[in-house]
C-alpha cells in the first residue's frame, strides 16, 4: 500500500508541475489576458483532472492515512514522507530546481494552519481550482486569444511522446498526437490499393461470411473498474475470474513471450541470407488451430474463414492472458501485441511468413495450400487471374486475406478489454485535421473497427520496429530501478566519494554494471537487423524481388527518403519517441538509445566510491571493510605438512633445464585458485578478474589461519602467498598447468593494449595498483578465522616478498621450513638424551628414547639433504654472482636471519655436516650418546671371529652344502617362514604401501589445480 500511495503523490506532482508550466499563460494577470488558442479547452480539461484528483485523494484519505493520522496534526505522517520524496523529484520553478517540501510549500502558500486546507494536497488542489475558475473567466467571449504567445513557442521542454502515455503516466492533457509517420502512410496506401482491387473483382469467392463465427465476446471485464487504489494493479482483485472464462488453449507456463527483457532468439533467414532476431511474440503464437484446416472440410472461403478466425481468437485470448497475469495495469500492452500477431498471421495465410523451417509451420503451409486450390476451383471469371499462382496460390492467398481481415481482427480482439486502448493513426473524422492525420484512442483493442495497416509493412521492418518498442520498455523499467537503487548516491547531497565503507552506492554501481550489459547484449541483436536491413533496402536479398516488397521499398523510397539504414529507419518507425536509434553528438546523443550510463546517472555511475579494501582491518572497528567477503567451498582446508611433505619439481615450468633445481613448497600447491581456474569462462574482464583474485586471497588466508591458529606462524605464511598471487598476476609463476597456462592467456588478452610487448608492464602495473587491496583481503580472512580480534598493526604494512624472484623465495621458505623443524627435532634429542649413557664397551645407549630421538633427526636432515644441494646447485648457477659471490648459507643468514636463527649458516655451513648429521651438533657430548650405536659394530665382529676357528675342521663337507642352488632347501624353508595364510598378507602389505604413496600424491595434486 505505501508503494502505492508513493506512486500515486510522484504522479501527482509531476502533473501539478507540467499544468503550472503548461496552463501559465492562460492564468497570468496582466492588463489583458495573455493565452494561448484553446486555453479555454485546456482549462476545462485542467478542472476535470482537479476533480479526479480530490475524488481520488478522498479515497486514499479514507484507507490509508487515516489510521496514521495523529489528534495534534493529521498531516505529520504525509509530510515526513514528502521530505523524502520532494528531494528526489525534478520539481522546478522559474528560479529552478525545488529541492525540499518547506520552499515547495512557500512558492505555493500551503505553509499555513487553515483548518480548511488540512494537508499540502487539498491546498494544492483548491488553488489550482481557484487558477482554473480565473482562465475560464479571462477566456470567455471576445476575449479569447488567437495567436499562441511566444513564450510557449520557446518552450524547449517537449510534449510527452505517445509511447510514454503508456509507459510512465497518463497526462492529464495529452498533447497533440504527432502526424502519422511516412511508413504507417506507406501501410496506409497498399492496404487501399489492395482493397479497391478486391472490390473490382466481378465474381468475388474470396470473401467469407465472418457472421457464421460463432465464438463468445466480451468476456474479460474489469471487476470493481480497478476504482479502488490499493486493488488497482492486483490481477486476483480486477481480471481473474473473467480471465478464468477463457477457453485456454495453449497450455505452456514455461513460455513468458512478453516479460519485459525476455530474450530475443537469432534464426538465420534464407530470403535475406542472414540472422534475424524473431520476436518471442511470434515463436509462441498460440495458433495450434490452423492444423485443424482441411483440403475435405474446407472447401471454399466460409469454412476457411471460421477456422481462421477460432485460431485469431486463441491467439487474442492468450495475449490477453498472459499479460493480464504479469500486469494487469498493462491493458495497452495486449494492443501492441495484437497488433503485430495480427500482421504475423496475414503472412502466415499469405505464405509470407519468414518463420517457417519447423516442420509445424511448414505443415500448415500445406494445408493452407490445398485449401486454396479448393477456393480456385471454385472460381468463375476471375479464375484466370490465378492461372500462374499454382502451386502455392501466393496472390489469390493475398487476396483473400486483403477481403476478410476485418472479420480476423475483430475474432482476435473480441475479448480483449475495455481498457485496452489501442492508439490507431488513421483517416481525418469530421473536421477533425491534426496535421493531415488523426490519432484515435479505440477501447478493446478496437473491436469492431477497422484494423491497423501493419500487415502492408514486410515482416522484416515490423520485427524491427518490435524489437525497438520492446527495447525502450526494456530501457524504461532499469531507469525506474536506477531511480531506487541509485537514490542515495545522487541526491540530498551525498556522493559515492563519501561512502566509506563502500556500501551505499554498493546498489548503484551495480545496477550500471547490469545496465552496461544489457546495452551491450541489446546493441548486438540491433547490429543483426542493421545487416539485414543493408541488404533488403540494397535490392541484394532474395526477398527483395518479392513483388509486395519491392513495391513497399519503391515508396517508402520516394516518401520516406533518406531511411537507408535501420537506425534512421526505426527513429521514423517506431512509437518509442523518448530514444532515438541514431546517435549524433550534436542532435541526439543525450536520449540515444544505446547511451551507456544514462546522462541523468553519469556522475552516479562514473563516480567511484571507496574501495572498502582501502582500509586495513586490524581492528574491531574495521570489520566493515571486511563485509562484502565469503568463504567458498572451491578452495578446500590445508592438508599440507611443509616440513615433512616432500617438496618437489612437479609442474615446474622446464624443470630439466633452466628451473633445475626449483622446488614448490607444499603451501603453494595448496594455494586457493580453483575459485578463478575453474570459472575463467565468466571471467570477462579485469574488474571480474579482481574480485576473483580477492575471493581466492581472503580464502587462502582464512585456511591458513585455521591451520596455523596463532599469528606467528601464520603471518609469514599468508605474504608467501601473497607473493605467490603477484608471480600469477604478473606472469611470472614458475609452475605451468592447464588450468594455470589458460588463466595466463586471459591475462595477456586483458593487458594487451599497444602490443604484447607492453604486456608483461601493464600486468606489473595493475598488480602494483591492487596488491594492497588483495593483501587487506588476506588480513580480512585471517580476521574472520581470528573472530576479528584487534592484531599486530604491523599487519597492515604491504609486505614485499612479492619483490623478490620466486626461487629465492622459495628456497628461503625452505631454509625457514627446515631450521625450524631441525631445530624441534634436536630441542627433542636434547631433552631425552640428557640423562642417558653411552656404553662404550657395548656399545649402547641405556635410554631407548634418546636413541630413537637421535635416528629420528640424522633421517630427516638425510632426507632433506638432497632438497638442499638441488637447490643450492640453482643459487649458485643463477644468483650466486648477484649477490656477490656469497654462499646460500651467508646470503640468507645476512639478508633474512640478522637476528634470528639461521641453522644453515650456524650448523650447516661446511658441507660435511649433510654427511653425518650429527657433526651438526652444537656440542660434543650429545653428539657422542647418538653415534654410540655405531661402536656396536666392531665389538660384534671381535665375538664372532673366535668360534669360526674350531668350526673349521667340518670343512671337507662343503661340496653338500652347495645344494641350496638346486633349491630344494628353498622350497622346504619357505614353507616354514611363510604359511599359506602369511604370504598374501605380506603381499597386501606391500601394495598397501605402494598405493598410499600414489595416492598421497594424487590427493596433493587434486587439492591444488
Request: glycine residues 4%; charged residues 35%.
Amino acid at each position: 500500500m505505501k508503494e502505492l500511495l508513493q506512486q500515486w503523490l510522484e504522479y501527482f506532482f509531476e502533473d501539478h508541475n507540467k499544468i503550472n508550466k503548461k496552463l501559465k499563460p492562460c492564468i497570468e494577470n496582466g492588463e489583458k489576458p495573455k493565452c494561448e488558442n484553446k486555453c479555454e479547452q485546456k482549462c476545462n480539461c485542467v478542472k476535470k483532472w482537479v476533480e479526479e484528483k480530490k475524488d481520488e485523494w478522498d479515497k486514499i484519505n479514507g484507507t490509508y492515512l487515516k489510521k496514521y493520522k495523529s489528534e495534534d496534526d493529521g498531516s505529520n505522517n504525509l509530510n515526513s514522507f514528502l521530505e523524502t520524496l520532494i528531494p528526489r523529484m525534478d520539481l522546478v520553478n522559474d528560479k529552478g530546481k525545488i529541492s525540499d517540501l518547506a520552499t515547495f510549500k512557500t512558492l505555493y502558500g500551503c505553509n499555513g494552519t487553515d483548518s480548511s486546507q488540512k494537508d499540502i494536497i487539498e491546498c494544492l488542489l483548491n488553488n489550482l481550482q481557484n487558477e482554473i475558475n480565473k482562465c475560464l473567466s479571462s477566456t470567455s467571449g471576445s476575449e479569447q486569444c488567437t495567436t499562441p504567445p511566444s513564450n510557449l513557442d520557446d518552450d524547449d521542454t517537449p510534449d510527452e511522446p505517445l509511447d510514454d502515455y503508456y509507459i510512465q503516466q497518463p497526462n492529464f492533457c495529452p498533447p497533440p498526437p504527432p502526424p502519422m509517420t511516412c511508413v504507417e502512410e506507406i501501410a496506409k496506401k497498399l492496404r487501399e490499393d489492395a482493397e479497391r482491387a478486391v472490390e473490382k473483382m466481378k465474381d468475388n469467392k474470396l470473401k467469407g461470411d465472418g457472421t457464421k463465427f460463432n465464438g463468445a465476446c466480451n468476456k474479460v471485464k474489469k471487476e470493481n473498474n480497478g476504482g479502488n487504489v490499493k486493488d488497482a494493479c492486483d490481477f486476483e482483485k480486477t481480471y481473474k475470474t473473467s480471465v478464468k472464462s477463457l477457453k485456454e488453449t495453449c497450455k505452456d507456463n514455461r513460455k513468458e513471450p512478453f516479460k519485459i527483457g525476455q530474450k530475443w532468439n537469432s534464426k538465420y533467414i534464407k530470403k535475406i541470407r542472414k540472422h534475424l532476431y524473431i520476436p518471442p511474440r511470434r515463436e509462441h503464437m498460440c495458433i495450434n488451430y490452423l492444423k485443424e484446416i482441411s483440403r475435405y472440410t474446407d472447401t471454399d472461403s466460409n469454412s476457411l474463414l471460421k477456422k481462421i478466425q477460432e485460431a485469431a481468437q486463441h491467439e487474442g485470448d492468450d495475449i490477453i492472458r498472459k499479460i493480464l497475469e504479469e500486469n494487469s495495469c498493462d491493458e495497452h500492452r495486449i494492443c501492441d501485441a495484437m497488433k503485430y500477431s495480427f500482421a504475423d498471421l496475414g503472412d502466415i495465410i499469405r505464405g509470407r511468413d519468414l518463420w517457417n523451417t519447423n516442420r509445424k509451420e511448414q505443415g500448415i503451409q500445406r494445408k493452407l495450400e490445398n485449401s486454396f486450390e479448393n477456393i480456385y476451383n471454385k472460381m468463375g471469371n476471375d479464375k484466370n487471374k490465378y492461372e500462374k499462382d499454382r502451386p502455392k496460390y501466393l496472390q489469390l492467398r493475398s487476396d483473400w486475406w486483403d477481403a476478410n481481415r476485418k472479420h480476423i481482427w475483430n475474432a482476435m480482439t473480441c475479448n480483449a478489454p475495455k481498457d485496452a486502448k489501442l492508439n490507431k493513426r488513421n483517416e481525418e473524422p469530421e473536421g477533425t485535421s491534426t496535421n493531415g492525420s488523426f490519432v484515435s484512442t479505440l477501447d478493446n483493442c478496437g473491436y469492431e473497427k477497422d484494423p491497423p495497416n501493419y500487415d502492408y509493412i514486410p515482416q522484416p521492418f515490423r520485427f524491427m520496429q518490435e524489437w525497438s518498442e520492446n527495447f525502450c520498455k526494456l530501457l524504461n523499467e532499469e531507469i525506474k530501478k536506477f531511480e531506487t537503487q541509485c537514490a542515495d548516491c545522487k541526491n540530498n547531497g551525498f556522493s559515492c566519494e563519501d561512502d566509506r565503507n563502500g556500501t551505499n552506492c554498493e546498489n548503484c554501481k551495480n545496477q550500471c554494471e547490469k545496465y552496461k550489459k544489457l546495452i551491450h547484449n541489446w546493441k548486438l541483436g540491433f547490429d543483426k537487423y542493421k545487416e539485414a536491413y543493408k541488404e533488403i533496402y540494397n535490392n541484394n536479398a532474395k526477398i527483395s524481388s518479392e513483388e509486395y516488397v519491392k513495391n513497399f521499398l519503391e515508396k517508402l523510397k520516394a516518401q520516406c527518403p533518406g531511411k537507408d539504414s535501420a537506425d534512421k529507419y526505426i527513429d521514423e518507425a517506431t512509437h518509442c519517441t523518448k530514444y532515438k536509434f541514431s546517435n549524433s553528438e550534436n542532435k541526439n546523443h543525450n536520449n540515444y538509445a544505446f547511451k551507456s550510463p544514462p546522462k541523468e546517472y553519469e556522475r552516479a555511475c562514473e563516480c567511484e566510491a571507496p574501495d572498502p579494501l582501502d582500509q586495513c582491518p586490524h581492528t574491531v572497528e574495521s570489520k566493515l571493510t571486511c563485509t562484502k567477503l565469503s568463504i567458498t567451498s572451491e578452495c578446500w582446508k590445508k592438508y599440507y605438512n611443509n616440513d615433512l611433505d616432500s617438496w618437489d619439481s612437479t609442474s615446474v615450468e622446464d624443470f630439466t633445464g633452466k628451473n633445475k633445481g626449483v622446488l614448490v613448497p607444499p603451501r603453494r600447491r595448496y594455494l586457493c585458485l580453483r575459485n578463478i581456474t575453474s570459472n575463467l569462462s565468466s571471467i570477462k574482464s579485469k574488474e571480474d578478474f579482481k574480485k576473483k583474485l580477492i575471493e581466492a586471497a581472503f580464502n587462502e588466508a582464512y585456511s591458513l589461519s585455521e591451520k596455523y591458529k596463532d599469528q606467528e606462524k601464520a603471518f609469514p605464511a599468508l605474504k608467501y602467498s601473497f607473493a605467490d598471487y603477484g608471480d600469477i598476476v604478473r606472469g611470472t609463476d614458475l609452475i605451468s598447468t592447464i588450468n594455470l597456462i589458460d588463466l595466463n592467456g586471459k591475462l595477456n588478452d586483458f593487458f594487451t593494449t599497444d602490443g604484447i610487448n607492453n604486456v608483461r608492464n601493464n600486468r606489473d602495473k595493475w598488480w602494483n595498483e591492487n596488491k594492497e587491496h588483495v593483501w587487506h583481503a588476506m588480513v580480512c580472512g585471517y580476521q574472520k578465522s581470528n573472530d576479528y580480534k584487534s592484531i599486530n598493526a604491523s599487519w597492515c604494512t604491504l609486505p614485499d616478498e612479492d619483490k623478490t624472484h620466486q626461487f629465492m623465495r622459495w628456497f628461503r621458505e625452505w631454509t625457514e621450513s627446515f631450521c625450524n623443524y631441525r631445530k624441534k627435532l634436536y630441542d627433542i634429542m636434547v631433552n631425552n638424551c640428557n640423562e642417558a649413557r653411552c656404553d662404550k664397551i657395548t656399545g649402547k645407549v641405556d635410554l631407548y628414547e634418546c636413541t630413537k630421538a637421535c635416528t629420528e633427526y640424522e633421517n630427516y636432515v638425510s632426507k632433506k639433504k638432497n632438497e638442499y644441494f638441488s637447490q643450492k646447485q640453482k643459487y649458485d648457477k643463477d644468483f650466486k654472482d648477484s649477490y656477490n659471490n656469497k654462499d646460500a648459507p651467508n646470503y640468507f643468514k645476512y639478508n633474512f636471519f640478522v637476528n634470528n636463527y639461521d641453522c644453515l649458516f650456524d650448523n650447516f655451513k661446511d658441507e660435511n655436516n649433510w654427511k653425518n648429521p650429527y657433526d651438526s651438533f652444537d656440542d660434543t657430548k650429545n653428539k657422542e650418546k647418538c653415534e654410540c650405536i655405531q661402536l656396536i659394530i666392531p665389538t660384534k665382529r671381535k665375538e664372532k671371529e673366535e668360534p669360526k676357528k674350531p668350526v673349521r675342521p667340518p670343512l671337507p663337507p662343503t661340496p653338500p652344502k652347495r645344494k641350496p642352488k638346486q633349491r630344494e632347501i628353498h622350497h622346504n624353508i619357505l614353507p616354514q617362514m611363510l604359511s599359506i595364510s602369511a604370504f598374501p598378507l605380506s603381499v597386501g602389505i606391500a601394495f598397501a604401501s605402494l598405493t598410499y604413496f600414489v595416492l598421497k600424491k594424487k590427493v596433493i595434486w587434486e587439492h591444488i589445480y
